[in-house]
């Protein structure tokens, strides 16, 4: 019997990677988008299905300490290496249409594996060298994904405004690192959580967490590390946004919830530096309300998707700033509640952006009219777009239904009831936004001369897919709930 | 003579804010990049001057790390810069505005 | 052993049956249907009369009844809520009054409507049978709330009647009218029966049987015990607690309430002007409805719950005042209308009027005396108006008419038998009734109770009124030359009304006989019936519903007690006004050519035919106040209420379309953003976490 | 398993009717709806409950539970079943859908097979909203409620269909999250560990809080209970939540408008029902005045807005915002009659306003107008319609031996025997709704049904088609019957809430015993 190393969705992710270039240097000129869509898959679905496997088998009940303690696999790496390797899965499914044509296809599969595996890693990394690098794994690829359409002004402006406002974030975050070094005089996490209390720096330390954080506001799309967010996603091609939007946020929401509770214990930093909760719930305040409000009066579909992702980025910030200490039962609550959100956000976020995928590929046009009529047209795609939205929208025609109320629940638990009321107010006002997408594609009618050129097969099973699995998330959603709030209990189990 | 290592972090401090202000107001996308480096130089600085301070390696070679990422980074700049100038016809980064609001 | 009583139910459900029949026949096979639902209606009215008959002559032989029915909520934990039958001589004897009239407008409709040619024949009569159900079964009723159930369909079926023509303005409007006016009344008349069933838990009339209760007996009871003798019954004194009232005051409210619906639906001042207005209907249904039965069921309601009312000497009062009030007010109006039926219609207002004045003044042998009188007189008088209007081609302008005498001699005997009624000349019915009345408001006036006083002198001048009008209503339709070409050359009328109007006119004259109080004075023969059938044998369940019983509360609660007076000289004295009113018509009026004389009136001319401005004024105050009020509240809706709703949406749009300009497309700003943001941070919490 | 074979049954139907052709997507959808309807009746007739669902008395019908979800310690279950509040509610629920399919026919000519699967979608989730015992159950059926409603005032609606959708989704939604963060933050201050419904009754009932968030266990419960209130009061509506109510009901399809009438608008008075009088009946009971006056502000406003109005449809749904005060004061009265009255007038109203929706709805379908200006004396073209709108209106004014007179008779007692401060003044008030819904309705029937007959219309007034008249016939029918024969629900209403009144004895001391 072969023990498959606890690493191995990572491993997997990087080996296809590797392989997509092989195959590239092997026959270069030849068109081969299936093939390497197929093999791109084949490795995504074999790390996801690997990751569910560990996950079954208890694999992630206990902390395995990989190099000497820079990596980690536990239940949180295993679920976010499950998040980011099925949103890689619908991502490639739906780029093998997408990018059907253009150039360096071999090079695209490769950046989004390379940058799963960058993702997959950041929710392993267990010392702050190794958030650093897996961190720049996922965004040196992302940036030359989103500017991956050479010729499209759209996609370069992207990203250059991704990978220059990314640049600072790191070298942000990277200022912050030396200064929690500075500090405590060490880099892993479990090592930084002992020298915390009672620090005799205090300010410096507080203001090295302050510039952390922003690396992981830079990754989750947070306010005010957000201002790339909505040109990368919008001038992005749609699958790469699906995939930064939700995997790359995924992957920043697990690497921030493994730095804050390892190495800042909330007690004693509170003591002696910040009262991270505190700065958590003011980001999550201010990111859902200027996602949802600027959402709302958008005239492109994708733009306002891009910001209602930071308006979802803002809801799962919630579970940071819910956390108390000695509060374990609450704590595990939120913070898996915040956890199955990003999951199922990675469903039906991701089916979103590849139902724009599919508009773009149909050269619809962008805006909210130019959506009008489409259920005339292409029924399918338009209820699988619905359930997205209104799964978004915190309706029960999906699992984000019930991710966001368990997260709302959970915050109401921790008390911060406050907190959970302006979550309200803005999953309101996203329900306006959200169905005005509904709105044009089912109630208005259609111009007299839509019509829509062929039906994609790869985005078209992505898109049904994610669809499929968010519907199932509604009703199947305790082995997720449970997973999640298990994962949370290992984290706080140390 | 040993300097105290709270210089070290003064002088990082400098030398971050001096990037900062020349992210804030430069225009030309690859003095954009200079500064970045020199925010990161800045953390490096740190990094090796605790490093000594706390005679543990740890900081030198995340020092390394941060270097090479710098540098790959670059290189993806580069390229980023490039088609910018493709598509553009400058390397000001004020010019791409396309997307907004 | 089958009895009276095992039928008294069918007597309500046999009309019921003939509705059904009339409408479902009516619409799915109208050629089934004889004479357009007449038939069955007059098969089912007659069949009820039967059984009234045979109903009225077993109380007659000293047995009542009372049944539940079926009960329409069980109550767990709480009352309950059922339909009974109640048969005791005021009920047997309405039962009569009821179907008789019913029977004889069917058999006349026949004649106003069927030979008239009218369309939708069938609903008419569905709407006959189904308002003689509900009056019968208001009749028969024996509590307070299923009283208040049928009362409210009388009111549908009067709704449904006034505006059986449809087609034309006129009817829907009035119809409109007289539902709305009497809700008004209704709507505190259902606040006294929830009121009632929540102080007492039972809203049953008398008690009859082991574990049951009658709320009259319950307040009587509380009031006894509130002036000290015995217990306060514990359910009652607990809602007094509640509501922190004493008994006294809170049964007072009770009756006032409920007298709304009475002031309501018996047309009494200031609710009395939907029923000028309801003459839009077909003339049988003014017969049947406003004038014998429906406007009947509001006197009807204060005699059958006079056990309550008799505890209540404010409300007695109240109740004379108004009944005293709207007699003469009505009766001043009546002189001056141009119409047959609007004088027949003040003069019910008017009427009604006496016999609230007679139930208020503690007369309720005298009450009921008249309601009976006036029932046969009053259908009379609208039958032969109606017969006067099919042969004036429905042209009721009296200013058209005169001269009839020769041309319908039935009609005009009649019609006169029912006049002379009206007007209360011996010895005509209404003549012994409407004395009685007076002679009770006298006497227990003059025993000290001023208010009561007042009210009799009201009535008493509107004997005057009523005399005057009566007559020269009489004397313009039928008396001098015609003046129209219609009135010489009148449309003949057939036996179909002939025959209501002969039995009625009969009836009329006669009727009064069965209460000759002040003959039985002069003579001291026992021939007041209607007294003696009246009284309940003290032995028996029903003794509470007794007149002895009631002159007893009225003496011990009421502080009512009689003067001794005799009632000849009062009898002499109002015979004297009628007769004076009737001869001032004679010498106005009995001329070839009668002219108008109301230029005589000056400034109260005016006044009168705009009946006192009644209508203004509540027509003022629904559509001059209500209705602005309401499109003010639309407006404050629309504007203010729904524009918040409305305004937080905006603001909110706003608010997005501003927070977004941050996004200005410029990577610099956004750099500086950034920076600005992380700065701000660094600032706040190193304030907040004393860094610095 | 019964109650989740009906709502299995119904979605299933939802499914077929949604690939059916349109041709005949009317008539199968009417086809499938006997399905829940016999279904339904078929449970009622064997309905063997006692006492109320959420007291551990009570003996529910066709309960099950199963485990859902597990989050750390929390679990919610699927719990499902039936008391005698809720049975009578389901059997409305599926009479109404199978007569609102029917009277769809006429108007329905465009994406047939899609408005009647959301029809039938509709009956699933509010089938839902009523059987369920486990709040998250709940939530997620009662918030799925919008969804079929959105498509069918969006797609099919009046010409401010946007405006009108889009304004009942948001402003219900919002409602529901305040409700939603009120009551969960009272269960998580309570020792539970479920979302069980009976559960929580039972812990609230204990009254140990575990944590009150620094704000004390009596604050806590008013706060909580004034999230709910507000949050249900939206959907009832009350004053001065009601404005999406009269844009939804004017601009929503017959149809549709039956549905949000006659059910929707009675899941607001149920969960406030279950939830905040149930649970909280100590608040209710403090805070009664209050609640008072926003049920007579509710009546007497509703009814005077409705008074102001021209279109029919806006007439109908003002004075549905005034029926529904008299349900909020049954509950404040807090007694047999209150209570129960509050229960049996929700069906009551129900059925009275589907079928006033309808008969509005009859006569729109001839004359393509609702506006009261524009038609007069149709009684002429149109008998049976007019026949059955005089009837509805009566029925709608309260009229004796009709469901509206029993549910308002019923809630006139409790509100009368309570014993909040000037209850029966506040009673008495709130009556005076009586005299001006009648004052509209007949009003408005003087002018739209009576009168010369004249319409300024492009359409030929002619009779209504037999379909449609037929489906308010029964609806007049079943009104009747149901104010004949009130125990038929009345019965187990009254079981279902009496424990609910022993729970709070200061509000009923007085009114025990049979009659008295």
């Known amino acids: ?494 | ?101 | 052993m089958v009895g009276a009583f095992d039928f008294t139910p069918a007597i309500p459900l046999l009309p019921f049956a003939a509705f059904l029949v009339a409408m479902l026949v009516g619409h799915f096979a109208p050629r089934l249907l004889p004479k357009g639902g007449a038939i069955p209606g007059i098969l089912a009215t007659a069949g009820s009369l039967l059984l009234s008959i045979w109903t009225f002559l077993t109380v007659s032989g000293g047995s009542y009844h009372a049944q539940d029915i079926y009960t329409w909520v069980v109550g767990q934990n709480t009352f309950s809520l059922h339909f009974g039958i109640l048969v005791d001589p005021l009920s047997a004897m309405m039962l009569v009054i009821v179907s008789l009239v019913a029977v004889l407008v069917h058999v006349f409709s026949l004649g106003y409507m069927n030979d008239e040619g009218e369309t939708g024949l069938p609903r008419y009569y569905a709407g006959l049978g189904l308002f003689t159900f509900s009056m019968l079964a208001f009749v028969v009723a024996d509590n307070l709330l299923m009283a208040f159930m049928f009362f409210e369909l009388v009111g549908l079926c009067s709704y449904l009647l006034i505006g059986f023509h449809f087609r034309e303005p006129g009817p829907p409007s009035a119809a409109k009218k007289a539902f709305l006016v009497t809700r008004f009344g209704d709507y505190f008349f259902l606040i006294g029966v929830v009121g009632i069933l929540a102080t007492f838990g039972t809203a049953r009339f008398v008690a009859v049987g082991d574990g049951v209760h009658s709320f009259p007996h319950l307040a009587e009871q509380a009031l006894a015990a509130a002036g000290g003798e015995g217990t306060m019954p514990e359910h009652v004194a607990h809602f007094l607690d509640v509501i922190g009232m004493n008994a006294e005051t809170w049964f007072a409210i009770l009756g006032l309430l409920v007298l709304g619906g009475v002031v309501g639906k018996s047309a009494q001042f200031p609710l009395h002007t939907w029923l000028p207005d309801a003459m839009e209907g077909p003339t049988p249904v003014s017969a049947l409805i406003h004038a014998a039965t429906m406007v009947a069921a509001g006197v009807y309601l204060v005699a059958r719950m006079y056990g309550f009312y008799a505890l209540l000497p404010t409300v007695l009062a109240i109740i004379a005042l108004v009944g005293g009030f709207t007699a003469l007010f009505a009766a001043s109006m009546g002189v001056v209308k141009d119409e047959l039926k609007q004088v027949l219609a003040y003069s019910t207002i008017s009427q009604y009027g006496y016999m609230m004045l007679g139930l208020g003044t503690g007369g309720y042998i005298a009450a009921t005396f008249h309601l009976m009188t006036h029932a046969f007189f009053k259908a009379l008088l609208f039958l032969g108006a109606g017969s006067v209007i099919i042969a004036m081609h429905h042209n009721e302008d009296m200013w058209d008419m005169g001269g009839l005498r020769e041309k319908m001699p039935v009609t005009y005997y009649t019609f006169l038998s029912g006049s002379l009624a009206l007007a209360g000349i011996v010895p005509f019915s209404g003549f012994w009734s409407k004395d009685e009345i007076l002679y009770e408001a006298l006497i227990y006036g003059a025993g000290d109770s001023p208010i009561l006083l007042a009210a009799y002198a009201m009535g008493l001048l509107a004997v005057f009124f009523t005399g005057f009008y009566t007559f020269r209503m009489v004397f313009l339709t039928f008396h001098g030359e015609p003046r129209s070409d219609t009135a010489r050359d009148p449309h003949g009328v057939r036996w179909n009304v002939k025959l209501p109007l002969v039995v009625l006119g009969i009836l009329a004259a006669t009727v009064g006989l069965v209460n000759m109080t002040p003959v039985a004075e002069l003579t001291g023969l026992h021939i007041e019936y209607l007294h003696q059938w009246l009284v309940i044998p003290e032995a028996s369940d029903f003794a509470a519903l007794g007149y002895d019983n009631y002159h007893h509360l009225l003496e011990q609660f009421a502080g009512y007690h009689a003067a001794d007076i005799g009632p000849l000289a009062p009898g002499a004295v109002s015979l004297a006004l009628a007769l004076g009113g009737a001869g001032l018509a004679w010498v106005l009026y009995n001329v070839d050519s009668p002219t108008e004389h109301t230029e005589k009136l000056g400034g109260v001319k005016t006044v009168l035919y705009n009946n006192y401005y009644q209508d203004e004024y509540q027509v003022w105050l629904a559509q001059g106040v209500t209705l602005p009020l309401a499109r003010a509240a639309d407006t404050f809706d629309q504007g203010i209420v729904d524009g918040v709703v409305n305004g937080v949406s905006s603001v909110s749009l706003f608010a997005g379309s501003r927070v977004k300009r941050i996004q200005d497309g410029l990577v610099t700003h956004y750099a500086a953003l950034l920076t600005l943001g992380l700065v701000v941070l660094l600032v706040a919490f190193g304030l907040l976490e004393g860094w610095f | 398993m019964l109650i989740e074979a009906l709502i299995a049954v119904t979605l299933v139907s939802a499914f077929v009717v949604m690939l059916a052709p349109d041709e005949v997507a009317g008539k199968l959808a009417f086809a499938l709806s006997l399905l829940p309807v016999a279904g339904s009746l078929w449970m009622f007739g064997q309905f063997d409950a006692s006492g109320n669902a959420l007291f551990e008395s009570g003996n529910l019908a066709f309960e099950t539970t199963a485990r859902w979800i597990s989050v750390g310690p929390y679990a919610l279950n699927w719990h499902v079943g039936l008391d005698g509040i809720s049975m009578p509610l389901v059997v409305l629920s599926t009479l109404l859908t199978s007569l609102a399919i029917v009277s769809a026919w006429t108007p329905i000519q465009e994406r047939q097979s899609q408005f009647y699967s959301l029809m039938l979608f509709m009956l699933a989730s509010l089938l839902g909203v009523f059987t369920a015992l486990d709040f998250f159950v709940w939530f997620v059926f009662w918030e799925f409620v919008l969804v079929p409603m959105y498509f069918l005032i969006g797609i099919w609606g009046g010409p401010r269909r946007k405006y009108a959708a889009i304004k009942f989704f948001v402003y219900t939604n919002v409602a529901s999250l305040v409700m939603f963060i009120g009551f969960v933050a009272l269960v998580f201050a309570l020792p539970v560990q479920t979302m069980d419904l009976p559960a929580i009754a039972a812990a609230l009932d204990a009254g140990n809080f575990q944590t009150t968030y620094g704000l004390g266990a009596e604050t806590l419960k008013v706060v909580a209970f004034f999230a709910m209130f507000l949050g249900f009061a939206v959907k009832v509506p009350l004053v001065p939540m009601h404005t999406w109510l009269p844009d939804a009901h004017v601009q929503a399809p017959t149809p549709a408008s039956v549905m949000l009438a006659g059910v929707l608008l009675k899941m607001g008075t149920y969960a406030l029902l279950r939830f905040n009088f149930t649970m909280l009946p100590g608040v209710a009971r403090d805070y009664a005045v209050l609640i008072a006056i926003f049920a007579v502000v509710s009546v007497i406003y509703g009814a005077m807005l409705a008074l102001a109005q021209q279109d029919l449809k806006r007439i109908v749904a003002y004075s549905s915002v005034s029926s529904m005060g008299y349900v909020i004061l049954g509950l404040v009265a807090y007694n047999v009659y209150g209570l129960g009255g509050a229960t049996f007038q929700m069906v009551a109203h129900g059925l009275i306003s589907g079928l006033m929706f309808m008969c509005v709805g009859v006569i729109y379908n001839v004359a393509h107008t609702r506006m009261v200006g524009d038609l007069s004396g149709i009684a002429d073209k149109m008998p049976v319609t007019a026949a059955v709108f005089v009837a509805a209106a009566f029925g709608y004014m309260g009229l004796p031996l009709m469901a509206g007179f029993a549910g308002e008779l019923f809630i006139f007692l409790g509100g009368f025997s309570a014993t909040f401060p000037y209850a029966q003044l506040f009673t008495a008030l709130a009556m005076f709704g009586i005299v001006v819904v009648a004052g509209y309705l007949l009003f408005a029937m003087q002018r739209v049904l009576f009168g010369p007959f004249s319409a300024d219309t492009d359409y030929d007034i002619v009779p209504a088609a037999p379909h449609d008249a037929a489906a308010i016939v029964v609806l007049v029918l079943l009104v009747v019957v149901l104010g004949t024969v009130p125990e038929v629900f009345y019965g187990m209403i009254q079981d279902a809430v009496n424990p609910m009144v022993d729970s709070l004895p200061e509000a009923t001391a007085f009114l025990t015993g049979g009659e008295l």
């Open chain 1, 1 to 494: 019997m072969v023990e498959l190393p606890p690493l191995t969705p990572q491993i997997l992710l990087g080996l296809t990677a590797i392989v997509l270039f092989g195959i590239d240097i092997i026959a270069p000129d030849t068109r081969k988008n299936g093939l390497l869509a197929s093999v791109s898959a084949i490795g995504t679905v074999a790390a996801a299905a690997t990751a569910v496997w560990f996950l079954a088998a208890g694999s992630g009940d206990y902390r395995f300490v990989q190099f000497d303690g820079a990596l980690v696999v536990d239940a949180l790496s295993l679920f976010f290496a499950f998040v980011v390797a099925s949103v890689a899965t619908l991502v490639v499914i739906g780029s093998y249409d997408y990018i059907e044509g253009e150039e360096h296809v071999s090079e695209y599969y490769s950046l989004v594996l390379l940058a799963a595996t960058g993702m997959s890693l950041m929710a392993a990394a267990n010392s702050l060298v190794t958030v650093f690098v897996a961190l720049e794994l996922a965004s040196l690829p992302s940036y030359a994904l989103v500017s991956f359409l050479k010729t499209d002004r759209g996609s370069v402006e992207a990203g250059l405004k991704y990978f220059l406002i990314g640049a600072l974030s790191s070298a942000v975050m990277v200022y912050g690192i030396s200064l929690v070094y500075a500090t405590t005089g060490t880099l892993l996490l479990d090592d930084i959580a002992a020298e915390v209390a009672g620090n005799q720096f205090g300010g410096v330390l507080g203001l090295g967490i302050l510039m952390l954080a922003g690396g992981f506001a830079f990754k989750t799309a947070s306010v005010p590390f957000h201002f790339w967010a909505p040109e990368a996603y919008e001038g992005a091609p749609a699958p790469i946004s699906a995939f930064l939007s939700s995997a790359s946020k995924a992957a920043g929401f697990a690497v921030a919830f493994r730095v804050f509770t390892t190495a800042f214990p909330l007690d004693a930093v509170a003591a002696v530096a910040i009262d991270w909760s505190l700065l958590f719930a003011v980001l999550a305040v201010v990111t859902m309300t200027l996602g949802n409000f600027a959402a709302a009066t958008q005239n492109e579909v994708k733009r306002m998707l891009a910001y209602s992702s930071i308006g979802h980025a803002g809801y799962v910030l919630m579970g940071l700033a819910a956390l108390q200490s000695g509060a374990a039962e609450a704590n595990a609550f939120v913070l898996g509640a915040s956890m199955t959100h990003l999951l199922v956000y990675g469903f039906m976020n991701t089916g979103a952006f590849l139902f724009v995928a599919l508009v773009e590929y149909w050269d619809v046009g962008r805006t909210f009219e130019d959506y009008n009529g489409l259920a005339t047209r292409a029924p399918v795609a338009c209820v699988a777009m619905t359930v997205f939205m209104f799964s978004l929208a915190g309706l029960p025609v999906g699992g984000g239904f019930l991710s966001k109320y368990l997260l709302f629940a959970g915050t109401v638990q921790a008390g911060f009831a406050w907190l959970a009321a302006i979550a309200a107010i803005n999953s309101a006002l996203s329900l306006y936004y959200y169905s005005r997408v509904v709105k044009a594609i089912w109630i208005e009618d259609p111009s007299d001369d839509l019509s829509l050129a062929g039906t994609p097969t790869g985005l078209y099973t992505a898109v049904v897919a994610a669809a499929v699995a968010t519907v199932v998330l509604l009703v199947a959603f305790d082995p997720v709930a449970q997973t999640a709030v298990h994962a949370a209990d290992v984290l706080f189990a140390l």
């Open chain 2, 1 to 101: 003579m040993a300097v105290a290592v709270e210089y070290y972090l003064l002088l990082s401090a400098a030398v971050f804010c001096t990037g900062v202000f020349g992210v804030l107001t430069r225009e030309n996308a690859l003095m954009f990049l200079i500064s970045v480096e020199l925010m990161l130089n800045s953390a490096n600085i740190n990094l090796v001057a605790f490093s000594h301070f706390y005679g543990n390696a740890t900081g030198q070679v995340f020092s390394l790390f941060v270097m090479a990422l710098a540098a790959a980074e670059v290189a993806v700049g580069l390229g980023i810069v490039l088609v910018l100038y493709r598509n553009f016809d400058e390397v000001d980064v004020r010019n791409a505005t396309t997307m907004r609001w």
